[in-house]
């Protein structure tokens, strides 16, 4: 495990536009899942490749969202890790101030918003799923579709308190398997998967606890090796995030 206690950088606006053929297509989650799981990984770290399994595993359960945000902050060890983006290293460490542990390192999984564990011991993942799963956390239904040139999401009312609510609703662009081989640094010459990684971030709008609908165009979503549409309802803001209300993922094939 290897641990970094004060990193970050924001690089500003979160969308991009990339242009991506017509997908005649329609398709929208139709199970809530009990838990969104975040790695926190790097392909400078040589414990990581466990935890990054784990993701893989956990993708194919329909009642997690797993999700891998690689980090940049290993980059200086001699391998500039090619999936990293320093807005996962922000979210990593807005996530220990607001617990207010300081606890940054890698390979860190954030279950539910709520809680972190090492990232390669799954026992952990599963109870910290069992512990944060109470209260509102993923109560909240949601769901995402893409019909042509479009994307539609759809963020069902709050059973606890609707209207009073104070979070933010994302989607991420998501790329299901990503191979790497990795030419230097601690893993150098391993052949490593990612699963579920997170290409891009963007801010669909803000939520208050009552139902709400935005239609985005899938442009703003898409771009070239992504397959995979995920949307999450989280309290809080991008700097001080709190607990997962809801998310859906649908595919974009």
């Not at 970050?8 to 991009?16: E, K, M, Q, Y």
């Not at 139709?30 to 414990?47: D, I, K, M, W, Y």
């Not at 956390?137 to 009312?157: E, F, L, N």
């Amino acid at each position: 495990m290897k641990s970094l206690r004060d990193t970050s950088r924001w690089t500003g606006a979160l969308g991009i536009a990339v242009a991506f053929g017509h997908i005649a297509f329609c398709q929208s989650a139709l199970a809530q899942p009990r838990a969104v799981v975040e790695l926190f990984t790097s392909q400078g770290c040589s414990s990581c490749p466990p935890a990054d399994k784990i993701i893989g595993d956990l993708a194919k359960d329909p009642s997690v969202i797993a999700l891998s945000m690689p980090v940049d902050y290993w980059d200086y060890l001699g391998w500039k890790d090619t999936l990293a983006d320093s807005r996962f290293s922000a979210r990593q460490k807005a996530y220990s101030q607001v617990r207010g542990d300081r606890d940054v390192y890698t390979p860190q999984a954030v279950i539910n918003g709520a809680t972190q564990v090492i990232g390669s011991d799954v026992g952990r993942i599963e109870d910290a799923i069992s512990d944060t799963k109470r209260g509102p956390v993923m109560s909240v239904p949601v769901s995402v579709s893409v019909s042509g040139k479009h994307v539609h999401v759809s963020v069902a009312a709050s059973s606890h308190a609707p209207g009073t609510a104070h979070g933010e609703v994302w989607i991420c662009s998501v790329s299901k398997a990503v191979p790497i081989t990795v030419g230097r640094g601690e893993n150098r010459g391993k052949q490593l998967t990612y699963y579920n990684v997170v290409r891009n971030w963007l801010k669909v709008g803000d939520w208050n606890g009552s139902a709400a609908q935005w239609t985005l165009p899938l442009e703003n979503v898409s771009r070239d090796g992504v397959d995979t549409a995920v949307v999450y309802v989280q309290d809080g803001t991008r700097d001080k995030p709190g607990a997962m209300r809801g998310a859906a993922i649908a595919s974009l094939q």
